[in-house]
């Protein structure tokens, strides 16, 4: 799984959600009152919404409506007209274009990372549909958003792949494996960095060490070099002629035997 070694700002994002939304639902287990599905972690597509609001503006809400037999699926962006025109101004229809065209983006990358996320084993959907396309069944809340306070923009993607996905998994929570926890509470170091960056300490410190008693050899033959040449000139070396004698004749006496 070498791709999580290099992950995007939005990748991080995703599984930060996950992780942290599992441990903030995991407090309300022993809510008799929240059904068992709001208790194991955030919904996939309230975790795409977070998503597509990411560094973009706050959207009111982000409808659905997909149809897998085509591969279409449609989106429907709430926006509150007031909060529109004080962040673009009155000319904001072009600036609202881009930041759907942002959030379509992000969907579609983020979608196809959880997927891979899935495939991997390091999510979980503990609830999944098996049932014929919900694209009548996905309500699209006009009614909630009524003009001219709100304006909604209108998007299209069209993808057989991330549709059936979608329409599988939308409405599930997410669980997070232990490895992917593992890695969110590591900084999203995988084992093997981790392990790389253990050995690569290992290393340093080994290295550090050779070298500081390469140092300390060095500094005591420099040392004793310079007491022997302290020794050599400033200690006076003076025999008696009686022992200048001795020498000569043991030097004799050690030829002669030879």
Request: with cysteine.
């Amino acid at each position: 799984m070498n791709y999580l070694e290099s992950l995007s700002d939005n990748e991080r994002f995703i599984i930060s959600e996950i992780v942290t939304g599992c441990k903030e639902k995991s407090i309300s287990l022993f809510d008799k009152d929240m059904p068992i599905s709001d208790k194991l972690g955030i919904h996939l597509y309230e975790l795409l919404n977070r998503l597509m609001q990411n560094n973009s503006i706050h959207t009111e809400d982000i409808a659905y409506r997909i149809d897998v037999e085509d591969g279409e699926i449609h989106l429907y962006h709430f926006f509150e007209i007031k909060y529109v025109t004080e962040t673009f101004g009155e000319e904001y229809d072009k600036k609202l274009e881009e930041m759907v065209t942002h959030q379509i983006h992000s969907l579609i990358i983020g979608t196809s990372f959880i997927s891979k996320l899935h495939q991997d084993g390091l999510i979980y959907f503990p609830d999944e549909s098996f049932e014929k396309s919900k694209f009548e069944e996905w309500h699209v809340p006009l009614e909630d958003y009524p003009k001219p306070n709100y304006i909604w923009k209108f998007s299209n993607i069209c993808s057989k792949r991330i549709a059936k996905f979608l329409d599988s998994f939308l409405q599930s929570a997410i669980l997070p494996s232990f490895q992917l926890i593992e890695l969110y509470d590591n900084k999203y170091k995988t084992i093997e960095v981790l392990r790389y960056e253990k050995q690569q300490t290992t290393n340093d410190i080994a290295l550090k060490r050779a070298k500081r008693a390469n140092i300390i050899a060095i500094v005591i033959a420099i040392v004793s070099m310079v007491v022997s040449i302290i020794c050599a000139v400033c200690i006076p070396v003076t025999i008696s002629d009686r022992q200048h004698n001795e020498l000569i004749e043991a030097l004799k006496t050690n030829q002669n035997d030879q």
